[in-house]
């Protein structure tokens, strides 16, 4: 029975270490994701004459591609890009595809979801 209860300790000890080293890891990856977003956005991300969007629709397809990226939904739909993350990350909302590594949304997709979105009727 002794024995029994060292290794049950052990367990809890390990389990509270990865516990802390599992917080830890996500502290980081919401202060990376604070420093991305702190960084000026790329030229081709904004709109030409620089006004934000506020209609709710995706700016028309003319000359845009039809593939966009996180950056440009969170734009889109004036939400954060750490916003657009966690609906990714908990499948929550847009649809997205992988491309690689990278992350991209359908212009179609988002405007499906925008008009399936109940204040947005």
Same mark, same amino acid.
Not at 81 to 93: E, G, H, K, M
């Given at each position: 029975?002794?024995?029994?209860?060292?290794?049950? !300790? /052990?367990?809890?000890?390990?389990?509270?270490?990865? %516990?802390?080293?599992?917080? /830890? +890891?996500?502290?980081?990856? !919401?202060?990376?994701?604070?420093?991305?977003? #702190?960084? *000026?956005?790329?030229?081709?991300?904004? *709109?030409?004459?620089?006004?934000?969007? /506020?209609?709710?629709? @995706? *700016? #028309?397809?003319?000359?845009?591609?039809?593939? $966009?990226?996180? %950056?440009?939904?969170?734009?889109?739909? +004036? $939400?954060? @890009?750490?916003?657009?993350?966690?609906?990714?990350?908990?499948?929550?909302?847009?649809?997205?595809?992988?491309?690689?590594?990278?992350?991209?949304? /359908?212009?179609?997709? @988002?405007?499906?979801?925008?008009?399936?979105?109940?204040?947005?009727?």
């Amino acid at each position: 029975m002794l024995g029994m209860d060292t290794n049950q !300790n /052990k367990i809890i000890d390990l389990l509270r270490e990865f %516990h802390l080293i599992a917080f /830890k +890891e996500i502290e980081l990856l !919401n202060l990376r994701i604070a420093e991305l977003e #702190s960084l *000026p956005s790329r030229p081709d991300e904004t *709109p030409a004459n620089g006004a934000i969007i /506020k209609s709710a629709t @995706v *700016p #028309s397809a003319a000359g845009k591609p039809e593939i $966009m990226n996180e %950056h440009q939904v969170a734009e889109c739909i +004036e $939400m954060s @890009v750490a916003t657009i993350r966690r609906w990714r990350l908990i499948r929550q909302a847009l649809k997205f595809l992988k491309i690689g590594s990278a992350v991209r949304y /359908k212009r179609a997709d @988002v405007q499906i979801w925008l008009d399936s979105c109940p204040g947005m009727r």
